[in-house]
């Protein structure tokens, strides 16, 4: 990291995400709520919070005690957590978020099978990605969000996974969302608001024993 990157993030007033951009980005109803704000993440903070991100070479979800990082990385997730963008995504969303806790996971590849259609858990109340690659180029990867559990090309939006870009969605009944194949690096943060500490600490748990199996795998 860069002294002037380190500069950025550390000053008192400074923050990596830019909340006006989300509060001024208009809410999507249909086929279910969402928003999307490309540039969430600040470009000025960019070049530090990747450079931080964890050296990940599994596909699956990990959480944050699991993984190394470095600190432009943790003030980032910090801040996707604070109370700033929880109070901003309870106005967004329209619905009180201030008791329930969060829960963050990294994912850093993705592996053929992944993608598969979903609507996330019941436990979920609000979902945020936040994307951490380069300039995206690849057709698979490229989350759609879908207007039915069966079609993936009958999408009402699609979202490159670009560097700084966030996406945050009210789960439903409804709220289908999947992406097409891809096989490779794939770096996104994933918060959660969930309904209670007990879901946080069971999918803690359940995160944590995934990771633990990952790294009993033998490399080939």
């Not at 002037?4 to 999507?28: F, G, P």
């Not at 190394?68 to 700033?84: I, K, S, T």
């Amino acid at each position: 990291m860069t002294d002037a990157a380190t500069a950025a993030l550390s000053t008192d007033n400074s923050s990596a995400i830019d909340l006006e951009a989300l509060r001024a980005t208009q809410l999507v109803r249909d086929p279910f709520e969402f928003v999307i704000v490309p540039n969430l993440v600040r470009r000025e903070a960019l070049a530090a919070v990747t450079a931080d991100f964890p050296r990940i070479t599994e596909p699956g979800s990990f959480p944050l005690d699991k993984l190394a990082f470095g600190p432009a990385f943790a003030a980032l997730v910090a801040e996707l957590r604070g109370p700033a963008m929880t109070d901003c995504l309870a106005e967004k969303f329209g619905v009180d978020l201030r008791d329930h806790p969060t829960l963050a996971t990294i994912r850093g590849r993705c592996r053929a099978s992944d993608g598969k259609i979903h609507t996330d858990s019941e436990s979920k109340i609000i979902t945020v990605l936040v994307y951490l690659n380069s300039s995206w180029e690849a057709n698979g990867g490229r989350l759609r969000l879908l207007r039915s559990a069966t079609d993936l090309e009958d999408f009402a939006a699609e979202v490159p996974p670009d560097a700084g870009t966030l996406l945050a969605f009210r789960r439903s009944e409804n709220s289908f969302h999947g992406h097409k194949s891809f096989v490779g690096e794939r770096r996104s943060i994933q918060i959660n608001w969930v309904r209670d500490a007990g879901v946080a600490r069971r999918e803690q748990a359940r995160h944590r024993l995934s990771a633990w199996f990952k790294r009993l795998k033998p490399s080939s």
